[in-house]
């Protein structure tokens, strides 16, 4: 394989593309030491990348097993430039012409992962996803995961749920690739620093797209240091079971009506929502008003207000409602499956999830004891038997419990306010074993209070 270009040659390459031609500027890894890694921003670490980073690999540990393989050194050369569609193309020749090679099944997965992200990204920017969220963002110092479009277009009620739909299709698709890996052996050595999206669909790779900057210690010069993860057939498992998480979450959105919520304030999150408030609202929006504030600002408070209050959704498809248990039910299983090939592997690469007995995790502020282990495993059966509602779930104000398979068996309208005020729990309060506070207190303490950041890293 050719050695890298330095960091100022530039490759471009120009295609047909949605809107104009298609630039790609090809950035070449820098070649420093790894030396000590520290956590640079814990919140973009283990939020952004166990979404996304499982699609961006190349291989950067030429001792490590699997390393050379073409499936490795085809998704360096795609995927390092952004080119995520080439690479699921490539990948997928390579499975059909040699049964068996699970680098290329895995790398397959991992490249349909990252673009059903990229896509979702892509959709969501095109309408002005967040776009009249900025003040909300800068009073929670919070920044929006789409960048803002200046210039959205109209978005339906249909269209968006189009968009849902589509994420949904994506992402069993790559469950599908990953799920040919079973429990053969597969690894994929990966320097995610270089990693790149083209987040906006815009064919313009820049600087913002450069996700590996995200996750990515920074050098005294400005460069990345290098990232290096080593996936292996446990987080094919791993990455199966975020799929089902966010099919789960994204089926739950589809299974429900929430139109009525769409029409009255969804222009809080799309600045050209088509709805009945869009169409009736008129009036400079930097006017003042009674409030003592500009109406645009006034007009977003409102939204919000009108947000909270409409989420009274009836479920309007009972069969893909039922769906969602299956998948949470899929997560935990394959959970259990991650674990239990985890605690049989022999070696320590930079393992993207270690075992308690492995040094050598590319998240050092997470800590995997033998103790947590144990406790997360305790908790999957507990959260096994509240679907299947032979664990009851607490409500604060009631000394019954909420059987979580009848909300699934027998589903009602799913309404916010009184969810949180007790009378939508009526209906599925039942006698039985509820897990008590004392059970979940013992838990947080053994992840020292960091409970939220474990879980969504263990899925």
Same mark, same amino acid.
């Given at each position: 394989?050719?050695?890298?270009?330095?960091?100022?040659?530039?490759?471009?390459?120009?295609?047909?593309?949605?809107?104009? $031609?298609?630039?790609?500027?090809?950035?070449?890894?820098?070649?420093?030491?790894?030396?000590?890694?520290?956590?640079?921003?814990?919140?973009? %670490?283990?939020?952004?990348?166990?979404?996304?980073?499982?699609?961006?690999?190349?291989?950067?540990?030429?001792?490590?097993?699997?390393?050379?393989?073409?499936?490795?050194?085809?998704?360096?050369?795609?995927?390092? #430039?952004?080119?995520?569609?080439?690479?699921?193309?490539?990948?997928?020749?390579?499975?059909?012409?040699?049964?068996?090679?699970? &680098?290329?099944?895995?790398?397959?997965?991992?490249?349909?992962?990252?673009?059903?992200?990229? =896509?979702?990204?892509?959709?969501?920017?095109?309408?002005?996803?967040? $776009?009249?969220?900025?003040?909300?963002?800068?009073?929670?110092?919070?920044?929006?995961?789409?960048?803002? #479009?200046? #210039?959205?277009?109209?978005?339906?009620?249909?269209?968006?749920?189009?968009?849902?739909?589509?994420?949904?299709?994506?992402?069993?698709? !790559? /469950?599908?690739?990953?799920?040919?890996?079973?429990?053969?052996?597969?690894?994929?050595?990966?320097?995610?620093?270089?990693?790149?999206?083209?987040?906006?669909?815009?064919?313009?790779?820049?600087?913002?797209?450069?996700?590996?900057?995200?996750?990515?210690?920074?050098?005294? /010069?400005?460069?990345?240091?290098?990232?290096?993860?080593?996936? /292996?057939?446990?987080?094919?498992?791993?990455?199966?079971?975020?799929?089902?998480?966010?099919?789960?979450?994204?089926?739950? @959105?589809?299974?429900?009506?929430?139109?009525?919520?769409?029409?009255?304030?969804?222009?809080?999150?799309?600045?050209?929502?088509?709805?009945?408030?869009?169409?009736?609202?008129?009036?400079?929006?930097?006017? #003042?008003?009674?409030?003592?504030?500009?109406?645009?600002?006034?007009? &977003?408070?409102?939204?919000?207000?009108?947000?909270?209050?409409?989420?009274?959704?009836?479920?309007? /498809?009972?069969?893909? @409602?039922?769906?969602?248990?299956?998948?949470?039910?899929?997560?935990?299983?394959?959970?259990?499956?991650?674990?239990?090939? *985890?605690?049989?592997? !022999?070696?320590?690469?930079?393992?993207?999830?270690?075992?308690?007995?492995?040094?050598?995790?590319?998240?050092? $502020?997470?800590?995997?004891?033998?103790?947590?282990?144990?406790?997360?495993?305790?908790?999957?059966?507990?959260?096994?038997?509240?679907?299947?509602?032979?664990?009851? *779930?607490?409500?604060?104000?009631?000394?019954?419990?909420?059987?979580?398979? =009848?909300?699934? &068996?027998?589903?009602?309208?799913?309404?916010?306010?009184?969810?949180?005020?007790?009378?939508?729990?009526?209906?599925?309060?039942?006698?039985?074993?509820?897990?008590?506070? %004392?059970? @979940?207190?013992? *838990?947080?303490?053994?992840?020292?209070?960091?409970?939220?950041?474990?879980?969504?890293?263990?899925?």
């Amino acid at each position: 394989m050719a050695n890298p270009a330095s960091r100022s040659e530039k490759a471009v390459d120009d295609r047909p593309h949605s809107g104009g $031609s298609r630039r790609f500027e090809r950035v070449a890894p820098y070649n420093v030491p790894t030396g000590e890694r520290r956590v640079k921003n814990p919140i973009l %670490n283990f939020l952004l990348a166990p979404v996304l980073a499982c699609g961006i690999a190349c291989p950067v540990v030429p001792g490590a097993a699997h390393a050379e393989t073409g499936a490795t050194a085809l998704v360096q050369t795609y995927l390092a #430039n952004g080119r995520i569609g080439e690479a699921e193309e490539q990948l997928l020749a390579m499975t059909a012409a040699a049964t068996g090679n699970t &680098d290329a099944q895995f790398g397959l997965g991992l490249v349909r992962s990252a673009r059903a992200f990229e =896509k979702l990204s892509q959709a969501l920017y095109r309408v002005g996803f967040a $776009s009249k969220a900025q003040g909300y963002q800068a009073l929670f110092g919070l920044r929006a995961p789409i960048p803002v #479009n200046p #210039n959205p277009q109209p978005v339906t009620y249909d269209e968006f749920r189009a968009i849902l739909a589509a994420f949904v299709a994506d992402l069993e698709s !790559a /469950d599908r690739a990953l799920q040919a890996v079973g429990d053969k052996p597969a690894k994929l050595s990966v320097d995610l620093s270089i990693a790149r999206f083209d987040w906006n669909g815009d064919g313009m790779l820049g600087v913002e797209d450069q996700f590996g900057t995200a996750i990515s210690d920074i050098n005294d /010069d400005g460069s990345t240091k290098p990232f290096l993860v080593s996936f /292996d057939t446990a987080d094919a498992k791993w990455l199966r079971g975020y799929s089902n998480i966010l099919m789960a979450v994204t089926k739950t @959105w589809l299974s429900h009506d929430f139109s009525e919520t769409w029409d009255y304030s969804f222009r809080l999150l799309f600045p050209r929502a088509v709805s009945t408030m869009a169409a009736a609202e008129g009036g400079d929006i930097h006017d #003042n008003t009674l409030f003592g504030v500009e109406k645009q600002q006034a007009d &977003d408070l409102a939204d919000l207000v009108t947000f909270l209050h409409t989420i009274r959704w009836p479920v309007q /498809d009972k069969a893909l @409602w039922a769906e969602v248990r299956d998948h949470l039910r899929a997560v935990i299983a394959l959970n259990r499956e991650t674990w239990a090939l *985890i605690g049989k592997e !022999a070696d320590d690469d930079h393992e993207w999830l270690p075992g308690p007995r492995q040094t050598s995790g590319v998240l050092p $502020s997470f800590n995997v004891t033998e103790e947590r282990f144990q406790a997360w495993l305790g908790l999957l059966s507990r959260f096994e038997a509240a679907l299947d509602g032979t664990l009851l *779930i607490p409500h604060w104000r009631f000394s019954k419990g909420i059987d979580a398979a =009848k909300l699934f &068996d027998e589903p009602q309208s799913f309404d916010l306010i009184l969810w949180v005020t007790g009378p939508a729990a009526l209906p599925y309060l039942s006698e039985g074993p509820v897990m008590t506070g %004392n059970e @979940w207190n013992q *838990i947080l303490a053994i992840f020292e209070g960091n409970f939220a950041a474990y879980a969504f890293y263990f899925n």
